[in-house]
């Protein structure tokens, strides 16, 4: 609103003067009385209004004299600025800068009202009104004022989704008015076919927002919000659909990783355990193909016949000795076993042998300590001798 040239002092001596013009006029018995009718008007942003005020004048005479034209000047005074004057009547000139201020009736006339049209918000306020009638010679005044209050009816709000709609989470929807006069109170509800209204304390009437919590598949739908206040209401809808999200195929891909895991362990021992059973089988077998030990020379002295006249059978055994200090390969030690009662041989001479000198016996160009670290069992084959008997 654009004031009347002037400076601040200028608008208060005016205002002065007029309350001692009417002082002086009350007291010589003339009296003029301004009437403002409502002391508060509402009124919506947009419309029109009209701030009513009248004066009567009471003399003591009645004056056949025609009454002279008033003196009428509109302030308004809004809460942390200087009062600005916004019309002035005077001399039958209207002054105005503000196109959407006017009187409301032809001046001269004793109904003053301030008409405003297409209100503002930035026209509340308080309005005072000051009225001064020559009459007689005597100046006669008035002063009163009303508090104009424009409403503003709220503007489409804007609605939001916060969070991630999937089973069990929670989120939030939000609504919020970029302009409301007085504030806007919020109400949410869900459209057909699932209507549902929602109150405290999952909503909050003063910010606007919804909170729900535990989602499920049954929840989703159209949400509506409604902002309104005593002039006026918009509202906004938002969509929700509840997914089962990533949070269960992360569930269900941790179970499957699970089991695939356990299934492969499960395997692995197996087949650790079997590997273990089928290196332990070739070591208690005798193969066929199995080279024979080398045949130690006997001396003729050591030959027996049984009755029947065959050789017994020699066996021989290694023996294994445990020893407490460094790893000793062990010395094969053949002794012979009679299957009958020894018996010397008369068919055959005997002669005096020298006995060779022991050797270890060999396995395939294996010593035999190295046999018995790989837990081989020694054994005796049956060999022939120079004779064709089995030894």
């Keep these: 609103m654009v004031p009347l ?4 002092w200028f608008l208060q001596l005016q205002l002065f003067l007029l309350g001692m013009t009417t002082f002086v006029s009350v007291s010589r018995g003339a009296q003029l009385e301004l ?8 009124a919506v942003e947009g419309d029109d209004v009209v701030l009513p005020a009248w004066y009567t004048l009471n003399t003591m005479m009645s004056s056949p004299k025609p009454e002279a034209s008033p003196f009428v000047l509109w302030f308004l005074e809004q809460s942390g600025k200087e009062m600005v004057q916004v019309l002035s009547y005077l001399d ?7 196109p959407r201020i006017s009187l409301v009736h032809t001046m001269p006339s004793r109904n003053i009202s ?35 209050d424009v409403l503003v009816s709220p503007a489409a709000p804007s609605c939001h989704l916060h969070g991630v709609p999937r089973m069990g989470a929670n989120v939030t929807l939000t609504c919020l008015t970029p302009r409301s006069k007085p504030a806007a109170q919020y109400r ?24 729900l919590t535990n989602l499920s598949a049954s929840m989703s739908g159209v949400y509506v919000c409604k902002a309104s206040n005593k002039v006026g209401s918009a509202q906004c809808n938002v969509t929700l659909e509840v997914t089962s999200g990533p949070k269960a195929a992360v569930i269900a891909g ?22 273990e059973k089928m290196q332990e089988e070739p070591a208690n077998d005798i193969k066929e193909d199995a080279v024979a030990p080398r045949t130690l020379p006997w001396p003729k002295t050591s030959d027996t016949i049984s009755k029947n ?5 020699v066996t021989s055994a290694r023996a294994l000795r445990p020893s407490h200090g460094p790893t000793r390969p062990a010395a094969l030690t053949p002794t012979p076993s009679l299957s009958s009662q020894a018996l010397p041989s008369p068919g055959l001479p005997r002669t005096n ?9 060999t396995l395939g160009g294996v010593s035999s300590s190295a046999l018995s670290r790989m837990g081989a069992v020694p054994v005796m084959v049956p060999a022939q001798s120079q004779a064709g008997s089995l030894v």
């Design 254 to 275: 941790a179970v499957v990783v699970t089991l695939v895991v356990l299934v492969a362990l499960a395997v692995l021992v197996l087949l650790y355990c079997h590997r």
């Design 353 to 361: 042998r020298t006995h060779p000198p022991t050797a270890s016996p």
């Design 309 to 313: 006249g065959t050789l017994s059978s």
């Design 92 to 98: 039958g000139k209207l002054l105005v800068n503000e």
């Design 5 to 8: 040239p002037g400076p601040p």
């Design 114 to 148: 301030l008409k405003l049209v297409q209100l503002q918000e930035q026209d509340s306020g308080q309005y005072r009104c000051s009225v001064n009638v020559q009459d007689q010679g005597d100046s006669r005044s008035g002063v009163g004022s009303l508090e104009l």
């Design 188 to 211: 949410w509800e869900r459209l057909p076919p699932r209507v549902q209204f929602f109150f405290s304390p999952a909503v909050d009437s003063t910010r606007g927002s919804l909170f």
């Design 35 to 42: 009437h403002m009718g409502s002391p508060r008007v509402e």
